[in-house]
């Protein structure tokens, strides 16, 4: 029987409503739901491959079991017995576990509300994630400033007429701890009544060809960049916090002092954005209209994660931006995610090798193979991975393969034989997409407007088939039975979201979500929330965290010091992928070769290398070999691999990807480049060399 369900893409942070027509369980079409509140019509190429997860057969239906080189299916009872009973030996002599918590999980209530039953069941500190390659600093400084790390401030793009991205490519991204459908429309708007775009950013990203200003800059010196606009604030005299002034802490003016003492000529040279370009867009953005400073990715990933994401804020601050409709504004939610849960934490306890402060109670996991290759009490001999690609998505993943490899257990909550989880000893495979009700708890909170849309599932869980909570939970479950402890109940999703729906403000339920399947809009949101939705004790904001002060000194250090030669790699996104978990799309990977070396013809030329030259590139940890592309679109001295690829490593059953499986831009960077405040890996900047491959 043919019938249209009224969905939400999963799949990214834009959360796009999507009508998925279906014959029985087959897909026959996905498109755009042009009654959707937030997306109105509007998808990527991204969402139609949900009909290819759910029909791939190399998408794992049942748990299997590793036996010698190949799998065997196994019923739930059996894997979840055998698992808690190895789990517990292990823990009994003496062997810690560890769990890595991966990127999909952000985009899944139900399995969200589960982890910390798991995490309780395997009673370790040895806690990871996608995070702490990713948004950390974002968190950590939210936390200081602000009184909670998920006080996200939202970039009001509908309404600014100035919008600076510094590191962030929303119209491949689709937007990033910001979700904003259909950016690019959004983007035409501002433009339309006059506004303006500027990119800062290494690359001419598909965003910066549509800005009206691109300025190249050299890869980890953002934090320079940013420093020299808050000096041409106050040079100009345009430091001007209006309405926040009151709230501000005496750490403001302590910020002040320090910003004064750098020069706008020495950071401009540093960061190679020229220091005439920061005056004037300092002036442009003190100059009154709504504007607003937005850092994403390529200042997270980063030597200066937290300190860029301080230097930001400031300058919202200091434009008076922070709290200002145009400017960037603070969600009151209808699941209000910053009244349901606490503050997050910072340095409370310190990873076993490397010495790392804890961030919101995980480790950074750049030091995850550390943990489990170093011998001695504490070791890691068991590891969880939940919905994660590290070996693909964490630095020296080569390395992390390796590591896995040595343990005495390993199950993978993930639906493919993936780089990661062919070390598992089991993996237990998730039903599709289509069998999950989505509701977004962690994205719709940070939306351009304030909204609420649920989905039910749009089919019945398969004979077999389990949801990805069902799996956490009985695992979690079965873990604690093992280990004699308390066995946890499951926590039940829906009744769960009823009860954070109905703690909240909008005074809806989960029924009267039910009941608009396109969902409900709840307006703009306001300027004005401050002081009510801090939630530091003082009610004030933090204006200068403690760490991310101190850190100027660490700049200014950076700054003097001579430059290294040879060339800095970046990675990239494109908007036929999504990190790693699209590739078995045959309709998404079509089309020219994407993994390639971006390099500028510059560089090239110096090196005998032309457009589509195999070339190898060398770094610390590692070494790759990929075509060339020879393009101006890339700053001279910088190269650019795409994130998320990598699927030729043995044991990889993912044979559409496998035609074209490109190489990891993570067996190049570097486990030991950290930001030391926040923790989060420096995934961009990595020194390599670029050599011609001498011809087979
Ligand atoms: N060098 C470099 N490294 C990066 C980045 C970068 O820009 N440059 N980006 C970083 C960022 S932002 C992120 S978020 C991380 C991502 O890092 P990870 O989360 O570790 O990796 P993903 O590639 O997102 O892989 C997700 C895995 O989950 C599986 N999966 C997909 N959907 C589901 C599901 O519904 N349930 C379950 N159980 N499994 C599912 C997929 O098959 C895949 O194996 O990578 C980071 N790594
Ligand atoms: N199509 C697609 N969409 C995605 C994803 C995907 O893989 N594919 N992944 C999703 C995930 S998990 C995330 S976190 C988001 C990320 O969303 P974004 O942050 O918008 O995406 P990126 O492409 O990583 O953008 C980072 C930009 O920073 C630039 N950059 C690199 N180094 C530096 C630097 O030192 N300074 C500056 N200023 N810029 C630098 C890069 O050239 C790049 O253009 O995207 C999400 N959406
Ligand atoms: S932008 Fe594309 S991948 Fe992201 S939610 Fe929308 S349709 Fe899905
Ligand atoms: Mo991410």
Known sequence: MRRTHVRTCHICEANCGILV?????????????PDDVLSRGHICPKATAIADIEADPDRLRRPVRREGTGWVEADWDEAFCDIAARMAAIRAAGGEAALYIGNPSAHNFALGMQLGLLKKALATR??????????????????????????????????????????????????SVWTVPDVKRRISALKARGGRLVVVD??????????????????????????????????????????????????????????????????????????????ELARALGAGPPAIVYGRMGVSVSPFGALNHWLIQCL????????????????????????ASGPGSYGRYRSRVRGLPEVMGEYPVATLADEIETPGPGQVRALVTVAGNPVLSTPDGSRLARALGGLDLMVAVDMYVTATSAHAHWILPPCGPLAKAHYPLLLGPIAVR??????????????????????????????????????????????????????????????????????????????????????????????APEACLADLDRLREAIAAPRPPGLLLIGRRHIRTNNSWLSNSRRLVKGPDRCTLMIHPEDAARRGIGHGDTVTVT??????????????????????????????????????????????????????????????????????????????
């Open 450 to 543: 304030n909204f609420a849309k649920y989905a039910p599932p749009a089919r019945p869980l398969a004979e077999g088939e389990k949801d990805d909570w069902q799996i956490v939970a009985g695992l979690a479950a079965a873990i604690a039975r093992a280990r004699g402890l308390e066995r946890p109940a499951p926590v039940d999703p829906e009744a769960a979201l009823d009860r954070w729906l109905r703690a909240g403000t909008s005074g809806l339920t989960l029924d009267d979500l039910r009941a608009a399947p396109h969902g409900i809009d709840l307006g703009p949101h306001a300027g004005g929330r401050l002081p009510a939705r801090l939630r530091t004790a003082d009610g004030r904001i933090h204006a």
């Open 126 to 175: 040895n806690v990871f994630s996608a995070s702490t390659v990713d948004q950390i600093p974002h968190q950590l400084v939210q936390m200081w400033m602000y009184g909670h790390n998920a006080l996200f401030p939202i970039p009001d793009i509908d309404r600014t007429q100035l919008m600076l991205i510094v590191g962030g490519n929303p119209l491949a991204s689709n937007g």
């Open 316 to 339: 919202n601050i200091a434009t008076g931006n922070l709290d200002r409709e145009g400017g960037l504004l603070f969600s009151v939610p209808p699941a209000d995610v910053v009244m």
């Open 619 to 696: 770094s610390r940890v590692g070494r790759v070999t990929v075509p060339a592309e020879v393009t101006q679109a890339i700053m001279p001295g910088v190269v650019s691999l795409p994130h998320g690829w990598g699927h030729g490593r043995p044991g990889v059953r993912l044979r559409v990807a496998q035609e074209r499986p490109g190489v990891s831009l993570n067996d190049l960077t570097d486990p030991a480049a950290l930001d030391p405040v926040s923790g989060n890996a420096v995934l961009n900047g990595t020194p390599v060399e670029v050599e011609r491959a001498a011809p087979a």
């Open 21 to 33: 027509e279906m014959d029985g369980d087959a897909v026959r079409a996905i498109r755009g739901n």
């Open 202 to 279: 290494p690359r001419r990203t598909e965003t910066a060809a549509t800005a009206d200003t691109h300025h190249f800059i050299r890869p980890g010196t953002d934090a320079a960049f940013l420093l020299g606009l808050l000096v041409a604030l106050d040079e100009a005299g345009l430091v001007n916090p209006g309405r926040l002034a009151p709230l501000l802490d005496p750490g403001w003016k302590a910020a002040w002092e320090a910003f004064g003492r750098f020069r706008i000529e020495a950071l401009a040279s540093w960061c190679a954005v020229p220091a005439e370009a920061i005056r």
